[in-house]
């Protein structure tokens, strides 16, 4: 819609929007001009139906404290690299489906939430985010154990190498535990907790939660368990 674009092109040349919410009803989903990615001090975002790809200098809205994406195109590496700059968000909505959730969306509750470590009232859809990704490439030679790659460097750092460099015999030998270790996820068997606690939540609603699905529950009960302050909860 070439309005809403002037608008926003209206907006980019001033530095006093702290709030937008900018909801498109139906349609095609409405794609972001570069300028709008100008408005650094807003502190509210609300989009809806929209695609958004920031230009490679985007840093991010340091001042944020409020988002929501509802049905926002973008991908898992733009999403995560925007909200890791945005450091004082307290609100924070995802509802999305894999339409707008574009490519393959691998991040599990830890990467996602060590970009939030001051969320206090969270609203989130079943779909991108998973109890549990296990992705066994690497073994660490410190405690012979397989680990996720995507905390490998943080909780082993050098003693790591990769599983394609080991012998035949023990790359056999780790998948088989790799695949007791599945079983064992299977069943139910999973973290109690996440590595950090979520202290700061008060307000939880996880949307599409389906009790038949063994993953939801598990996913809102790892949400529950590191919650400790949490006040209100919407299944």
Known sequence: CCEIDQIILHLSRSDTLKKLILCI??????KLLPAFFNLQQLMVLKLQNCVFQPPVTFKGFSRLVSLSFNN?????????????????????????????????WNSGFVELFECLPLVEHLCMSCYPVKVIHITLDYIS??????????IIRRSFGADA???ASLS???????????NRLKDCFATGVMPQ??????????????????????????????????SPNIETIIL
């Open 25 to 30: 009803g139906s349609g095609d989903d409405h």
């Open 72 to 104: 926002v195109s973008i991908t898992e590496e733009v999403f995560l690299q925007f909200i890791s700059n945005c450091p004082e968000l307290k609100n924070f909505t995802l509802i999305g489906d894999e339409k707008h959730l574009m490519g393959c």
């Open 141 to 150: 030679l410190s405690t012979r154990k397989c680990i996720s790659n995507r």
């Open 161 to 163: 190498i990769p599983m």
């Open 168 to 178: 035949q015999n023990l790359r056999e030998n780790l998948q088989q535990k790799l």
């Open 193 to 226: 907790k996440l590595p950090m606690s979520l202290v700061h939540i008060k307000y939880l609603h996880l949307q599409g939660l389906s009790f038949a699905r063994e993953t939801d529950l598990l996913s809102a009960l790892l949400l529950v368990a590191s």
